[in-house]
């Protein structure tokens, strides 16, 4: 039994799974017939990745690539968001131009991979994820026609795949682990939802929440690590997996202060304590005014 999830192309057509080693038919290039007709009908989902990569190439926040560039979607029943490039109302992406594509070095995963579909496939009996790759061969794409045979391997090395695959990697196996823990795991709090798509989208607010008080008075974390969280976007992005596997799946991925929730008892037994006092008083006088009389 496995669970798969596909970065992020979706089709009707179920086609065969293929490995690495596979052999496929395929180039593309500018000046082919169908220039530009992949990315007329763009349904491109961001990984965490892709959104860092994209907001940094246009110097921009977080918050502001999200709402000039995205539309939020729901990934699975349990509503786990998930956001799509934005596309003008006809499906084209906002990015192409007459010369192809505009973000080119910074293009997303989905469109490195593409003709092909991944597929991370999740065994229920092992901590390994199997990667597997479907050729999604649709009717305007020509490549598909040209003379060239190339492994699959060696076309994920010519689209510069190995950086987001390894970057994509632990939001993958977070997805996965939500996906096939199924009931177990459970529909998760709205709070939840939304510090996942904080954590994994909108890097900017995910970081002011982090460096706020009210995260270092319950996280027990070096002020150095701290330090890093403030400069680096993408220890920011894997610390917030690791949060998210804390919030989503109870594993003790992040240290709290040990004294935090003892500091919070002994706040608590102190009121407590002085409520108690207040019912002793409350007591004694009843039972003062009780006997008072028989004195
Ligand atoms: S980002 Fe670039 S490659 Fe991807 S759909 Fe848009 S124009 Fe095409
Ligand atoms: S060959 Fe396929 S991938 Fe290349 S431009 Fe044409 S439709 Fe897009």
């Known amino acids: ?7 992020p192309f979706t089709s009707d057509v179920v086609p065969a799974m293929l490995s690495a080693d596979a052999t496929i038919k395929f180039r593309c290039y500018k000046g082919i017939s169908c220039f530009n007709a992949c990315c007329k009908r763009a349904d491109i989902t961001l ?32 509503r ?7 596309t003008t109302d006809e499906g084209a992406c906002l990015f192409m ?4 594509c505009s973000v080119y070095e910074d293009r997303p995963t989905s469109c490195r991979y593409y003709p092909l579909g991944h597929l991370a496939l999740h065994h229920k009996d092992s901590a390994e994820d199997e990667a597997h790759y479907v050729l999604i ?3 305007h794409c020509k490549g598909h026609q040209e003379d060239r045979d190339i492994q699959i391997k060696d076309y994920l090395v010519e689209q510069e795949v190995a950086m987001f695959k390894e970057m994509n990697r632990e939001w993958l196996q977070l997805i996965l682990k939500k996906k096939s823990g199924g009931p ?23 970081r002011r929440f982090v460096m706020s008080d009210a995260f270092k008075k319950s996280y027990d974390l070096p002020e150095t690590t ?43 037994e102190e009121v407590w304590n002085a409520r108690r006092e207040v019912e002793m008083a409350r007591y004694k006088k ?6 008072k009389n028989d004195v």
């Not at 131009?97 to 192809?100: D, L």
């Open 47 to 78: 990984t965490p990745y892709d959104i860092i990569r994209l907001k940094n190439r246009f110097d921009m926040g977080s918050g502001e690539f999200l709402k000039k560039h995205t539309v939020p979607y729901e990934m699975d029943a349990d």
């Open 226 to 268: 701290y330090e890093v969280l403030q400069q680096d976007d993408i220890a920011l992005m894997k610390f917030g997996f690791q949060l998210m596997r804390q919030v989503l799946f109870a594993e003790n991925t992040i240290p709290q202060h040990d004294q935090a929730w003892e500091k919070r008892s002994q706040e608590r």
């Open 184 to 206: 177990s795991v459970g529909k998760p709090p709205e709070s939840s939802l939304q510090l996942y798509f904080m954590a994994c989208y909108d890097m900017d607010r995910f």
């Open 80 to 86: 786990v968001p998930g956001v799509k490039m934005k």
């Open 286 to 291: 009843t039972e003062d005014d009780k006997y």
């Open 97 to 100: 131009n007459e010369e192809g």
């Open 1 to 7: 039994m496995s669970e798969a999830f596909d970065i």
């Open 137 to 139: 061969e649709e009717s």
